[in-house]
């Protein structure tokens, strides 16, 4: 049984540590109770509680007190119990404040992180007084670990922190500290208290620009969205700002890349001309990210692109060729690519990318195929003028395969109703098609909508819908609501040939259970039983040319996602408020992803602040960390140890040695 195998290793375990405790600090047992150690922990990892042996554990510990090895495994074990054993978690602190005062940094260091971690609300009057010491200790490591150990007991109680004058400290630490990671830490812990309203001026940002060099990767990142927040009082700061920052366009971490980015756009868009060249400079350093081989990387950058082209098409209409889609790359990145070029798309270069996009539609992803038909009917509907396109799309119909006939339908569609002067080219086309030969809904309702609606000049149009007609309990609700329309609308082009039809079709609906169906089809009866001429001009009476139709964004949502341009609002494609409480940017976290067309991510963050993919990662230090598993519809982050995901950025800034 599992359980009596887990009670006996507790109990061999028991033993053993008697016996160790018995032979007190001779350097022969040393090696043995590292040992034993190494199996508690290792029980520790697979899930046994050994909580039980809490004292047997310390009082082993305790009597080899300079080794430094045993004394981490010890201290892990201490504040992996410590929650569940308050009481006898108190014994330790003699030994923790012992340590903090060693005269080495790294066990005064790990010491303090330990005292931190214990989480017992009750210890808080303990640890406050050897952080304090600590956050003004002549070792950088120590101090780190202090700073982070504030927001620890500021999460534990935020009173304490503030009665003792701790975030005052790190206010002052963050302008006088000479070690660039301490500045970072203490930013990063007055921005998660909310302290860091007032930091914002402009006497830290120069200093904090002027020695951006110094910080690690991870905190340059975190420099530059905290510069992000400052309005500069005139053009010539602007410029200043970005002569010093323009290398970090050239920086081979794409994080900081992203962050300066955006940074540069946003000081820049209350001036037109500079915010012009802004986007032109930070072309070639975008570009130069997709070169890279990770599609996850990629695919941030690309949804930046997206954005970018959408309020400014002209500035990548001539390197439109760079989106064209590539053998080796995923899915979610083809896709991506599409929505680029139909936004870049314009007189100059619409015909080449529509002939481009009818390679794709033979290809053999059927999702990538459909795809490429919308993206040319999206593109015939924005650029008009450009001969060729509305044929490029009518020649799909010649293909013969029934997904391609069934999404170029359902565009022609779309262009019969914004250019009704092209109307009888597109509805010349599909008179050929057979509606038994269309299966999918939203293509039947279009076909019929199409027959409906120019059914005067397909002679077997009310023949067509008779055949519907017969099987319309069988049909779905959209189809249904569009032919008793298309009916209704014949009706008063063709009475003759389509009263039998009119009549078939609002008997059928007016017994189906769809209430949709059912009162369209009761409105329809006593509007004919009303007055003809009136249910003629209510029904039958030309269509407006639609001018433009509902777009997938707002322009005002779009300047909203471009406000948090290098989060994960780019991403998501709505502004973060949809999708996350309402808290401040800077906490921004996201626990779940889904985006279709995801189909595989890196299983774990990477360590050493690898520039490879899609997310910061930041330190949260109370929580746990967080493992990133990308699944074919659904981005997951699971709870594992010490981090927590914070903003997205266009690449993988994947951890930083926060505790080490």
Same mark, same amino acid.
């Given at each position: 049984?599992?359980?009596?195998?887990?009670?006996?290793?507790?109990?061999?375990?028991?033993?053993?540590?008697?016996?160790?405790?018995?032979?007190?600090?001779?350097?022969?047992?040393?090696?043995?109770?590292?040992?034993?150690?190494?199996?508690?922990?290792?029980?520790?990892?697979?899930?046994?509680?050994? #909580?039980?042996? !809490?004292?047997?554990?310390?009082?082993?510990?305790?009597?080899?007190?300079?080794?430094?090895?045993?004394?981490?495994?010890?201290?892990?074990?201490?504040?992996?119990?410590?929650?569940?054993?308050?009481?006898?978690?108190?014994?330790?602190?003699?030994?923790?404040?012992?340590?903090?005062?060693?005269?080495?940094?790294?066990?005064?260091?790990?010491?303090?992180?330990?005292?931190? #971690?214990?989480?017992?609300?009750?210890?808080?009057?303990?640890?406050?007084?050897?952080?304090?010491?600590?956050?003004?200790?002549?070792?950088?490591?120590?101090?780190?670990?202090?700073?982070?150990?504030?927001?620890?007991?500021?999460?534990?109680?935020?009173?304490?922190?503030?009665?003792?004058?701790?975030?005052?400290?790190?206010?002052?630490?963050?302008?006088?500290?000479?070690?660039?990671?301490?500045?970072?830490?203490?930013?990063?812990?007055?921005?998660?208290?909310?302290?860091?309203?007032?930091?914002?001026?402009?006497?830290?940002?120069?200093?904090?620009?002027?020695?951006?060099?110094?910080?690690?990767?991870?905190?340059?990142?975190?420099?530059?969205?905290?510069?992000?927040?400052?309005?500069?009082? /005139?053009?010539?700061?602007?410029?200043?700002?970005?002569?010093?920052?323009?290398?970090?366009?050239?920086? #081979?971490? #794409?994080?900081?890349?992203?962050?300066?980015?955006?940074?540069?756009?946003?000081?820049?868009?209350?001036?037109?001309?500079?915010?012009?060249?802004?986007?032109?400079?930070?072309?070639?350093?975008?570009?130069?990210?997709?070169?890279?081989?990770?599609?996850?990387?990629?695919?941030?950058?690309?949804?930046?692109?997206?954005?970018?082209?959408?309020?400014? =098409?002209?500035? !990548?209409?001539?390197?439109?060729?760079?989106?064209?889609?590539?053998?080796?790359?995923?899915?979610?990145?083809?896709?991506?690519?599409?929505?680029?070029?139909?936004?870049?798309?314009?007189?100059?270069?619409?015909?080449?990318?529509?002939?481009?996009?009818?390679?794709?539609?033979?290809?053999?992803?059927?999702?990538?195929?459909?795809?490429?038909?919308?993206?040319?009917?999206?593109?015939?509907?924005?650029?008009? /003028?450009? =001969?060729?396109?509305?044929?490029?799309? +009518?020649?799909?119909?010649?293909?013969?395969?029934?997904?391609?006939?069934?999404?170029?339908?359902?565009?022609?569609?779309?262009?019969?109703?914004?250019?009704?002067?092209?109307?009888?080219?597109?509805?010349?086309?599909?008179?050929?098609?057979?509606?038994?030969?269309?299966?999918? =809904?939203?293509?039947?309702?279009? !076909?019929?909508?199409?027959?409906?609606?120019?059914?005067?000049?397909?002679?077997?149009?009310?023949?067509?819908?008779?055949?519907?007609?017969?099987?319309?309990?069988?049909?779905?609700?959209?189809?249904?609501?569009?032919?008793?329309?298309?009916?209704?609308?014949?009706?008063?082009?063709?009475?003759?040939?389509?009263?039998?039809?009119?009549?078939?079709?609002?008997?059928?609906?007016?017994?189906?259970?769809?209430?949709?169906?059912?009162?369209?089809?009761?409105?329809?009866?006593?509007?004919?039983?009303?007055?003809?001429?009136?249910?003629?001009?209510?029904?039958?009476?030309?269509? =407006?040319?639609?001018?433009?139709?509902? /777009?997938?964004?707002?322009?005002?949502?779009?300047?909203?996602?471009?406000?948090?341009?290098?989060?994960?609002?780019?991403?998501?494609?709505?502004?973060?408020?949809?999708?996350?409480?309402?808290?401040?940017?800077?906490?921004?976290?996201?626990?779940?992803?889904?985006?279709?067309?995801?189909?595989?991510?890196?299983?774990?963050?990477?360590?050493?602040?690898?520039?490879?993919?899609?997310?910061?990662?930041?330190?949260? +230090?109370?929580?746990?960390?967080?493992?990133?598993?990308?699944?074919?519809?659904?981005?997951?982050?699971?709870?594992?140890?010490?981090?927590?995901?914070?903003?997205?950025?266009?690449?993988?800034?994947?951890?930083?040695?926060?505790?080490?």
């Amino acid at each position: 049984m599992p359980g009596e195998k887990s009670r006996g290793e507790i109990g061999e375990i028991r033993t053993q540590l008697n016996a160790l405790s018995a032979s007190g600090s001779r350097p022969e047992a040393a090696a043995a109770k590292k040992e034993l150690f190494k199996k508690v922990i290792n029980c520790m990892t697979i899930g046994i509680d050994m #909580s039980s042996l !809490f004292m047997l554990v310390m009082t082993a510990g305790m009597s080899n007190a300079e080794d430094v090895v045993l004394k981490k495994m010890l201290y892990l074990f201490i504040c992996t119990y410590a929650q569940s054993n308050p009481d006898l978690t108190l014994l330790t602190i003699n030994l923790l404040n012992k340590d903090c005062k060693d005269q080495d940094p790294t066990i005064r260091g790990l010491a303090l992180r330990s005292l931190c #971690s214990l989480r017992v609300a009750n210890l808080i009057e303990y640890i406050v007084s050897p952080v304090s010491l600590a956050l003004q200790d002549r070792n950088p490591y120590v101090r780190r670990t202090a700073v982070l150990g504030v927001l620890k007991i500021y999460n534990l109680d935020a009173a304490a922190v503030r009665n003792a004058g701790m975030l005052e400290d790190l206010h002052d630490m963050l302008q006088k500290d000479p070690d660039a990671q301490v500045v970072a830490n203490c930013m990063s812990v007055l921005l998660e208290t909310g302290s860091g309203q007032s930091l914002v001026t402009r006497a830290l940002v120069i200093s904090l620009l002027n020695r951006i060099k110094e910080f690690s990767e991870w905190a340059q990142c975190q420099v530059l969205e905290f510069a992000t927040h400052y309005r500069p009082s /005139d053009e010539q700061e602007v410029y200043d700002f970005m002569n010093v920052l323009d290398d970090r366009l050239s920086h #081979s971490n #794409s994080a900081v890349v992203m962050a300066t980015v955006k940074m540069f756009l946003h000081y820049t868009l209350s001036m037109p001309a500079t915010h012009q060249q802004v986007l032109e400079r930070i072309k070639d350093p975008l570009m130069t990210l997709l070169s890279r081989d990770h599609f996850e990387t990629a695919y941030a950058v690309l949804c930046h692109f997206h954005l970018i082209a959408q309020r400014a =098409p002209i500035i !990548f209409s001539q390197i439109y060729t760079t989106f064209y889609c590539r053998i080796n790359e995923p899915s979610y990145i083809k896709h991506l690519k599409l929505d680029i070029l139909a936004a870049i798309a314009d007189e100059t270069n619409a015909y080449d990318i529509a002939t481009e996009l009818t390679e794709y539609v033979n290809d053999i992803d059927e999702k990538l195929a459909r795809k490429a038909i919308r993206t040319v009917g999206r593109i015939a509907l924005e650029v008009q /003028d450009v =001969p060729g396109l509305v044929e490029r799309l +009518l020649g799909f119909l010649d293909i013969g395969k029934d997904f391609v006939t069934a999404e170029t339908i359902v565009q022609v569609k779309d262009l019969a109703r914004k250019y009704p002067d092209i109307a009888e080219v597109c509805v010349g086309s599909i008179s050929n098609i057979s509606l038994e030969d269309v299966e999918e =809904p939203e293509a039947r309702a279009a !076909f019929i909508w199409i027959l409906g609606e120019h059914g005067q000049g397909i002679q077997d149009a009310p023949y067509l819908l008779e055949a519907c007609a017969q099987g319309f309990a069988n049909e779905e609700d959209q189809v249904q609501l569009a032919l008793l329309s298309a009916a209704m609308k014949l009706f008063f082009k063709r009475p003759p040939e389509c009263q039998q039809l009119l009549g078939v079709t609002l008997a059928a609906a007016s017994a189906e259970s769809s209430q949709d169906v059912h009162d369209r089809a009761l409105l329809y009866y006593r509007l004919l039983h009303y007055n003809l001429q009136e249910a003629k001009r209510i029904v039958a009476s030309p269509a =407006p040319a639609i001018t433009r139709f509902a /777009d997938e964004q707002s322009p005002e949502q779009r300047d909203h996602i471009f406000d948090e341009l290098n989060t994960l609002a780019v991403i998501y494609r709505k502004p973060s408020s949809s999708f996350t409480n309402a808290v401040p940017a800077h906490k921004e976290a996201m626990l779940s992803f889904c985006h279709p067309g995801m189909s595989r991510f890196h299983s774990a963050l990477l360590c050493c602040g690898i520039s490879c993919t899609a997310m910061l990662v930041d330190k949260y +230090l109370m929580s746990t960390r967080i493992c990133i598993t990308w699944h074919p519809n659904e981005f997951c982050c699971l709870p594992a140890y010490k981090y927590r995901c914070h903003t997205l950025v266009s690449g993988f800034h994947v951890s930083t040695p926060w505790d080490s």
